[in-house]
């Protein structure tokens, strides 16, 4: 059995604690929150203890693992705190705000000898995990065109507004449209270099669109938080072949198909256990999470590092994203 200890009891965190409680041999057993408002309701769908002070509940000889789901500017120093107590980690994304202490922290968790995973949920989330088979197969030849899209409605849900202050969050460039970096990333490696155009106000950079250089495949992304409150959040995603199959799914619009030369097929996605849950935030299936997380448990239950995120693949999608808001703000392309 593994004891998990989540610190962050807000929209993610609802998230992972809903997780945990319909996974087998793990059980969350403690949670902490400056809210305890926040954190009841974990304790309360959990069964757990609250621990007012984080530090108590890190270092407390019950709990195998911690759960970091805080505000990005606090990643650092709270990883930094569990590889003190040797305790495992899993830690929402942006890995950090920079590359400094993105690389401060593998030195850390190496010298600590704890496994640590970044949530880099799109590796997970079945329609993505299916293009990405469809892809490595080959069979509709090389991967010619990809755009993938993620944008939404403001995220008012986070604590203190702490979303929109660029130097807490990094802004929807970092905090939202990293996921779709790192799944370019993930599908193609490293581009040769990253051109991007933005929108900026006092809030950061709220929405972002990038091409990314590549020898044989066309990429854009686009991210963005600043569309109208009724929009509510949407993502997507379409890949074109050299024999000119595309694929594609909308998550308001259109399931996964694959369009051939003479039909089109509807795939089929296992749904989740859980299919829906309230979490006050953009989004409430779980899909995704539920694998992101189960993978996780399963490499501590099995004592492997976690190969499928490494902590050294989230720091190469920040070094991405921050490469992109660097073309923004100069307005050329930068080789990476």
Not at 217 to 238: C, H, P
Request: charged residues 30%; hydrophobic residues 35%; neutral net charge.
């Amino acid at each position: 059995m593994i004891k998990v200890g989540i610190i962050g009891c807000g929209f993610m965190g609802t998230v992972h604690a809903n997780c945990y409680n319909i996974l087998e041999d793990v059980k969350v057993v403690g949670v902490s929150d400056i809210s305890t408002e926040r954190a009841e309701k974990i304790v309360n769908l959990t069964k757990s203890k609250f621990f007012a002070d984080s530090d108590e509940l890190i270092n407390c000889s019950e709990i195998d693992a911690i759960d970091i789901c805080l505000p990005t500017y606090l990643h650092k120093e709270f990883i930094l705190k569990c590889c003190n107590a040797k305790k495992d980690i899993f830690c929402e994304k942006p890995f950090t705000l920079n590359l400094k202490d993105a690389e401060e922290v593998i030195l850390k968790i190496k010298e600590a000898k704890v496994k640590l995973m970044i949530g880099m949920v799109l590796r997970f989330w079945p329609e993505y995990t299916e293009i990405k088979k469809t892809i490595d197969s080959g069979k509709f030849g090389k991967l010619k065109i990809l755009k993938c899209t993620r944008i939404s409605a403001p995220p008012i849900y986070g604590w203190d507004n702490w979303y929109f202050d660029p130097k807490r969050s990094g802004s929807a460039a970092l905090d939202l449209h990293i996921h779709d970096t790192d799944y370019i990333y993930y599908l193609l490696g490293k581009p040769e270099s990253v051109y991007s155009l933005g929108k900026k106000d006092e809030k950061g950079w709220q929405h972002i669109y990038s091409s990314y250089k590549y020898k044989d495949t066309i990429v854009n992304a686009e991210g963005g938080w600043d569309l109208s409150k009724s929009y509510g959040f949407m993502q997507e995603i379409r890949g074109v072949f050299e024999d000119g199959t595309v694929i594609e799914y909308n998550s308001k619009t259109q399931p996964l198909i694959i369009y051939k030369e003479k039909n089109s097929e509807l795939l089929n996605i296992t749904k989740d256990k859980i299919n829906s849950i309230n979490t006050d935030g953009n989004i409430s299936e779980i899909r995704g999470y539920y694998n992101e997380i189960k993978y996780w448990i399963e490499c501590l239950q099995n004592n492997k590092y976690p190969e499928r995120v490494t902590p050294e693949d989230a720091k190469a999608s920040l070094e991405i994203v921050l490469k992109e808001i660097r073309s923004a703000e100069i307005g050329k392309g930068i080789l990476l």
